[in-house]
């Protein structure tokens, strides 16, 4: 009896529209990423011919020694943006594909449509903006209030990746933006626009196009409700650059992150504001986040926070409230709470000076920045407590240490970089953990006092304040 070889037949499958996960059958809701009805059927078909050996070709072209490859193809051109172009690494390189994601209404579009303007202006090649969101017209009105008209900046309104592919070919351009890739759908392939399938689509086609004719490419990209790049994660490998746009609705920061970068450092962070002409770059943005008073007021202290590889001045506020029965509320405002519960315990089982268990307390920081890392301690724990004895600290006194449960003040990094962003803004003394004192490199006209324990630095900023 003779047997033939038959191609197996295509079996159901399903998987998610949402995040990629695949089930092993259909189900109402995501267990991986809990998304109700994402959970779409997809054909999967075996392979022909599994466990086959490729057989080697010629390629299209050899490989070459390093030495004789020209770096000139992979230069940043500067998009004249001073605090993107120093997130980026100096400017978009020809070829290189960025996703900005961001929540709505941050200001994505805003920046880009100035790098658009700013792109045609002075690089030479045209700039294309695709907006799969809002119609041309729309975007026309955005331009005239931030001023950026300009004869090669050519706007489109698509949602179609063909589409897309046209305009590339009749306008040409240098740089091209598309706001946001989840509008854009590729034909012939499954799923709905936004869903991973098509997300991964439409992505893999443009890096494809803009690595080939050499074209900056930056896509928009939305953001889920915890903070994470909506779509696959294998739109984030894709890409050469990620950079997340972050900013308070009600405060005018605004802060653009480099996630990743294979161009320069990955940890950088730009600085603008945004008013009501447009978004702006912010090359000092210390000022924003320190409040100038005539005399001194207590409940403040102020530190120096590291964004990426920026030092920033930064001014914490706390309120003492009235003694109020059972349990008093612990309020902030760009600052973490459960930092802020650990800092009043401390304080009030090691110094023995306050009494906290039964008031108020309010604690915030100025400008809408927030501090999350535990060099905030030791600042947040002076404000409390110069409002709770009521004694101003010295306006040019900073403090940088990390609180510890025993009341021990713990190195920190980059000392001696915060240290000099504080004597740049006058700042006369410095409170920081014991071994920071960088030797030699001390900021002129600072001094520097290491304090082992929160006794020892209430005792030094008392001294600072009197003297």
């Known amino acids: 009896m003779t ?111 100035d790098v658009a303007q700013q792109w045609a202006a002075g690089a030479g090649t045209p700039s294309l903006v695709v907006s799969g969101e809002e119609s041309v017209s729309q975007v026309r009105l955005r331009a005239e209030r931030l001023g950026a008209l300009h004869d090669k900046l050519f706007l489109a309104a698509e949602s179609d990746l063909g589409a897309v592919l046209g305009h590339l070919d009749a306008v040409k351009p240098g740089l091209l933006i598309l706001d946001s890739v989840q509008t854009i759908s590729a034909p012939g392939t499954e799923g709905v626009p936004g869903g991973v399938t098509q997300v991964r689509a439409v992505t893999s086609a443009l890096v494809g196009v803009a690595k080939e004719r050499g074209i900056a490419t930056v896509l928009v990209g939305h953001v889920t409700k915890d903070g994470q790049v909506a779509g696959p994660r294998v739109l984030e490998h894709l890409v050469d650059v990620v950079l997340h746009f972050e900013g308070d609705k009600h405060s005018s920061l605004r802060l653009v992150r480099g996630v990743k970068n294979r161009y320069g450092a990955a940890d950088e962070v730009g600085c603008f504001e945004m008013n009501e002409s447009g978004i702006t770059s912010l090359a000092d943005p210390s000022g924003l986040f320190l409040t ?53 315990a401390v304080l009030e089982r090691r110094t023995k000076q306050l009494k906290l268990y039964n008031r108020e ?105 009197s003297g």
């Open 3 to 113: 047997t033939t070889r038959a191609t197996k037949a295509a079996r159901p499958a399903y998987v998610c529209d949402a995040c990629g996960h695949q089930p092993p059958k259909w189900l109402g809701r995501c267990p991986e990423c809990g998304e109700w009805g994402s959970v779409i059927e997809s054909t999967v078909t075996s392979p022909l011919g599994a466990g086959r050996v490729v057989s080697s070709r010629m390629p299209a072209e050899p490989a070459r020694p390093i030495a004789t490859i020209s770096a000139a193809p992979a230069k940043a051109v500067p998009t004249n943006v001073s605090e993107l172009d120093r997130v980026l690494g100096g400017g978009l390189v020809p070829g290189a594909v960025v996703l900005l994601a961001g929540e709505p209404g941050v200001g994505k579009s805003t920046l880009l449509l």
């Open 292 to 344: 100038r008073y005539q005399e001194p007021v207590p409940g403040t202290c102020v530190t120096v926070a590291m964004e990426g590889r920026r030092a920033l001045v930064t001014e914490v506020q706390a309120l003492i409230g009235a003694e109020v029965q059972g349990s008093p509320r612990r309020t902030v405002s760009g600052l973490d709470s459960a930092r802020l519960a650990m800092v009043l």
């Open 361 to 465: 307390v309010f604690a915030a920081t100025v400008g809408g920045i927030r501090l999350v890392e535990p060099s905030a301690d030791l600042a947040m724990a002076l404000a409390v407590a110069s409002g709770g004895l009521d004694l101003a600290m010295a306006p040019t006194l900073v403090a940088i240490g990390e609180v510890g449960l025993t009341g021990e003040i713990r190195r920190v990094g980059a000392v001696g970089r915060r240290l000099a962003e504080a004597a740049r803004l006058g700042f006369k003394d410095a409170l920081v953990p014991p071994g920071c004192d960088p030797e030699g490199s001390a900021p002129r006209g600072m001094r520097i006092t290491e304090v082992s324990d929160l006794r020892s630095a209430l005792q030094a900023a008392a001294r600072a304040s």
